[in-house]
């Protein structure tokens, strides 16, 4: 492994991982975040990643998240929108903001959730679910047993079961989704409206099993 660094602007969290870290989280909740801020992860030296625990922007939006070396094993979450999120490989994990996530690009998603409109439970509250948005996700790779959703609630805390629903109705909408590398037969895409889908080859989200509106 080599040296990790993190840089955030209009936040408070700077943290530095040394170079003996094998799994390193950011000082979580970060706080003080507003559209403007933006976190760059670099890595340096080893195999040029880093394995990222539960990260929490408890403050409100993010502005911009850069970390295509970053591997997210744990939850991503941001109470408000994200206006540009990179991610290297979602490993079962969980992307979950309050609001829109407008433009986003992972390597990889496998066993993960990636949701928009969803924010995972605390200590002191259960997980909340409102109306969402995903503007553009672009994986890299190929996507396995996972759920992506705009505007999706559980209710009883298990996803795609027979109570779920999508707030917000055809506004929770994912615009476009491209996945370069296919998608398996586990993974589910749900919202109340979709547009455009190439998994790679373009597929009609209306005829599609993987693509499901509630």
Do not use: C, E, Y
Not at 66 to 74: E, K, S, V, Y
Not at 98 to 119: D, E, K
């Amino acid at each position: 492994m080599g040296r990790r660094t993190s840089r955030a602007r209009g936040s408070t969290a700077t943290p530095r991982w040394p170079t003996t870290s094998i799994a390193a989280a950011l000082p979580s909740p970060v706080r003080g975040t507003n559209a403007r801020s933006s976190l760059r992860i670099l890595t340096r030296g080893g195999d040029g990643r880093v394995k990222l625990g539960d990260v929490t922007a408890a403050g409100g939006p993010l502005g911009s998240v850069n970390a295509p070396g970053a591997d997210l094993l744990g939850s991503f979450a941001v109470a408000g929108p994200i206006v540009r999120l990179t991610l290297g490989d979602v490993a079962g994990g969980t992307v979950a903001a309050a609001g829109p996530i407008a433009r986003a690009t992972v390597a990889g998603l496998s066993g993960a959730r990636f949701l928009s409109g969803a924010s995972p439970a605390t200590p002191t509250r259960g997980a909340t679910f409102g109306p969402g948005l995903i503007g553009r996700l672009t994986v890299r790779g190929s996507v396995a047993n996972s759920i992506v959703g705009a505007g999706l609630d559980p209710v009883n805390g298990q996803f795609l079961d027979a109570d779920d629903r999508v707030i917000g109705g055809a506004a929770s909408l994912i615009q476009s989704i491209v996945v370069k590398g296919g998608v398996d037969d586990s993974t589910h895409f749900v919202a109340g409206a979709f547009r455009t889908a190439r998994l790679p080859g373009r597929v009609d989200p209306a005829t599609d099993p993987k693509f499901i509106r509630l």
